[in-house]
């Protein structure tokens, strides 16, 4: 709207004579040059509506004034003769493109004077601020609702639901897909959202190509709406009036871009609103980006879990086997403990080693030095390099040697500690146990008695001297006896009364003594129960477990966590 410079500058108040015009000749001019000096004034008579004085200001607004006296719509405002009627002492009302606050001012003579003063700029900077903080409530909603989710679907539904609601007659959302294909994601207002997989030459919308290049908008008024594709408008949207391309950028890299259209007879986007559009479409971008960034780690990690966490262990032939793996924390499945089973290898080395290695299941737990991510990529390196080594060296001793090396050959700051059991089944249901320690916790034996044995084995950590010691210890299981394999985290395990004091070997022979002529299984949920009570919900260090057992004569197989060895029934 034009502003009316004479109504700008006019002065806010006004003096009124009174209505008793029987002046002399001198007194008539003066009266008019004051009343002609001030704001639009119109003296009303209450009982007889007509119009008894006016300004120049008022003619200039009210030219009908000039042929009338009347007091009605047709020579002023509808909205001040209402006022007039009502009694009001002060009312806003527009007349052609500007708008006037009318205050009322009762004369003597039983008149009422109005005061007109312009106020369009007061009200188009309240107005201004009103849109302003309707738009700033938008975005922080638009945030909350985009951030909600790491999901990039959602996050696409979202954007084209809210751009569609507030911005425009329907919102599409066009992202790179596989090879030459782009996924579009169209809304109209009120309807639902449709997704869709298209190989469509993006050239064809004027300024799209340049939007998912990252490069900044073109005005709407040079986008002409006759050259958008039939793909681009959703069915059953009608004649297109106008449309906006803008970026959605993303983490240095478009996350796409977004389409806004109108429908023929709406207004065109102005200045302001393709502005606006600009920040929505760069807050959905971020949010869009943040959600592709996420799932691609998720793939990520989820390919390396798979290769990383501790294998299921399976029943072997001769052999119960059971394992239990509680990382440091519950978000992760990955940490620093592990543990590998190999089936037997034929024979491939001479004399003692061959005879030592001969027929064996290698089975052995470990512990990196740290936790998380970083831990678990060292674990995944040893089990590979021991899984190598295993073809080449059966000895225990001689394996943890050539391991060593490895870790020093990469200067990997970090170390291990390692046990390793060989597993062989001998006659009568028994099993031979070679058990080597390389600075981990000792294998604890269940025998049939109820007592509870240490493994005599020991020997240095791997990777942190040039040189490693260890000795390996022999001993037969008998039908219904087990060995436990377990990390530092069951015995380091802190909780109890004070919350600070360590489980210990002593409870952890206590434990494994309630375990007699259990099934594996049993065992390894015997201490991972007694254990998780000790902590109470508090922090813990990786714990790994893992049983060996030799089956008892008359067992069968029943479902004990779904497989394996169950109860003892006869």
């Not at 209402?82 to 527009?94: F, H, K, P």
């Not at 997704?195 to 190509?209: E, F, M």
């Not at 201490?527 to 922090?539: K, P, Y």
Request: glycine share 10%; net charge negative; with cysteine.
């Amino acid at each position: 709207m034009t502003h009316s410079p004479a109504a700008e500058h006019t002065p806010p108040t006004a003096v009124i004579a009174p209505p008793d015009l029987s002046v002399g000749a001198v007194g008539v001019p003066v009266l008019r040059a004051l009343v002609d000096s001030v704001a639009p004034v119109l003296v009303v008579a209450g009982a007889e509506p007509r119009v008894r004085l006016h300004n120049q200001g008022a003619r200039a607004l009210f030219p009908a004034l000039g042929d009338s006296d009347s007091f009605t719509a047709r020579t002023v405002a509808p909205w001040l003769v209402r006022a007039q009627e009502q009694g009001l002492a002060a009312v806003d009302g527009a007349v052609r493109d500007r708008v006037f606050r009318a205050t009322a001012q009762q004369l003597p003579g039983d008149c009422t004077g109005w005061l007109l003063t312009d106020v369009t700029a007061e009200r188009a900077a309240v107005q201004r601020l009103s849109d302003e903080r309707a738009r700033t409530r938008f975005l922080v909603d638009a945030s909350s609702k985009l951030l909600a989710s790491l999901n990039q679907r959602r996050c696409l539904l979202v954007t084209a639901e809210l751009a569609a609601t507030k911005l425009a007659d329907a919102a599409v959302l066009v992202t790179p897909d596989r090879g030459r294909r782009v996924a579009v994601t169209r809304m109209v207002r009120g309807g639902k959202a449709e997704r869709l997989s298209l190989t469509v030459d993006i050239d064809q919308v004027p300024g799209l190509s340049e939007a998912l290049a990252g490069f900044p908008p073109v005005p709407s008024r040079w986008i002409s709406p006759d050259l958008a594709p039939d793909w681009l408008v959703p069915d059953g949207f009608g004649d297109l009036g106008s449309l906006v391309v803008t970026p959605l950028p993303g983490n240095g890299v478009p996350a796409g871009a977004l389409i806004l259209l109108r429908r023929t007879g709406q207004a065109g986007f102005d200045e302001d609103e393709e502005l606006f559009a600009r920040i929505f479409a760069a807050r959905a971008g971020s949010a869009i980006s943040a959600a592709v960034l996420y799932a691609e780690r998720t793939e990520t990690t989820s390919i390396l879990q798979r290769a990383l966490i501790p294998p299921p262990i399976t029943r072997l032939e001769g052999i119960d086997l059971s394992s239990s793996y509680r990382p440091a924390r519950s978000v992760d499945l990955i940490g620093g403990d592990f543990y590998d089973v190999h089936p037997p290898l034929r024979a491939t080395g001479t004399g003692d080693e061959a005879a030592a290695g001969a027929g064996e299941t290698l089975v052995m737990l470990g512990d990196v030095c740290g936790k998380g991510t970083g831990a678990a990529i060292l674990t995944g390196k040893i089990r590979n390099t021991l899984a190598a080594l295993r073809r080449l060296q059966p000895d225990h001793g001689e394996l943890l040697q050539l391991l060593n090396a490895t870790l020093l050959d990469e200067h990997d700051t970090q170390f291990v500690t390692l046990v390793l059991a060989g597993v062989l089944p001998v006659e009568n249901g028994r099993l031979r146990l070679r058990l080597t320690s390389a600075g981990h916790p000792i294998p604890m034996i269940i025998r049939v008695d109820g007592t509870v044995e240490a493994a005599e084995t020991r020997g240095t950590l791997i990777g942190a001297v040039p040189d490693t010691t260890s000795t390996t210890w022999t001993t037969l299981l008998q039908p219904g006896e087990a060995c436990l394999l377990y990390s530092d985290g069951v015995t380091e395990a802190r909780g109890g009364p004070t919350g600070r004091e360590m489980f210990g070997d002593h409870r952890l022979r206590r434990t494994l003594a309630e375990c007699t002529a259990m099934p594996v299984e049993a065992v390894v949920e015997h201490v991972a129960l007694r254990t998780s009570q000790w902590l109470g919900g508090g922090e813990h260090d990786d714990i790994a477990l893992l049983a060996i057992g030799a089956p008892r004569r008359g067992s069968h197989l029943s479902m004990v966590n779904g497989h394996g060895r169950g109860r003892y029934t006869g």
